[in-house]
C-alpha cells in the first residue's frame, strides 16, 4: 500500500513539473509565475489528498501525516521551479 501512495505522490509531482515546463518554456517570468501557481495551490492539495487518503485510514493520524509530507513536497516542488526560473537564461530564439 505505501508503495502506490509513493508512486501516486511521484506521479502527480511528475506531470506537475510537466505542465509547468510545458507551459512556461524558455520563459524566465512564466517559470516563476508556474512555481508561484504551484505553491499557491498546495493548500487545494492538501485538503484533497485529506479527503481521498482518510477514506483509507478511518484513525486519522496516518492520514494526516501522508497528507502533510505530500503537501510538503508539493510546496517544496513549487519552490524549486521558481529557483529554476530565477537562474534560467531569457534566450529568445531568432526567426
Known sequence: MEILFISIILLILGLTNVIAFKWAGRD????????????????????????????FDPGGFGAAAVTLIYSTLFFINGIIIILIGIATSNVKKST
Open 28 to 55: 524566465r517570468v512564466r517559470r516563476v509565475l508556474s512555481g508561484v501557481i504551484v505553491i499557491l495551490l498546495s493548500p487545494f492539495i492538501f485538503k484533497l489528498s485529506l479527503d481521498v487518503i482518510s477514506s
